[in-house]
């Protein structure tokens, strides 16, 4: 290793433009790994726990990737509203109608920005539900469910 450190380091000093040597630098600190004992015990020990992380990693991902089916399966294209309150489904949501604000808007029907229309919106959901970022939104969404296009 340091024979390696040592001829890239005269190539980029004898010939500045290859720049793609100063890249074999970045392992000057793998040498610390054969100076330090303790260090050396440490990686070995992350080295040899990284199949079991990969495996558990896995499981996670294949658990969302189900209970995103699931949510898929149960709310999908059910968590959509339409920005005005006083409509009962897709069917009241058009033409204009004046906001609590006093302006006059246009009524839209809208996806929620957590839902589970598709595998991908399902697990994004479902990961910001487990870290507990914004679990309340998708919580109350669902349990105003009344049905397809209602609201």
Known sequence: LDTILLISMLVTIALPRFKIVQVFRTLRPIRVLRKVQSLHIVVSAI???LPATVTIAAGIVLLFVLLGIVG??????NLNYCNNS??????????LYVSSDG???HTIW??????FDTISASIQTLIEVTSLASWT???FATMDITGRDLQ
């Open 47 to 49: 080295w040899g726990a």
């Open 72 to 77: 898929m399966s149960l709310f999908a294209g």
């Open 86 to 95: 006083t409509a009962a489904g897709k069917f009241d949501c058009s033409g």
């Open 103 to 105: 302006v006059l808007m």
């Open 110 to 115: 809208m996806d929620a920005a957590q839902n």
């Open 137 to 139: 939104t998708p919580m």
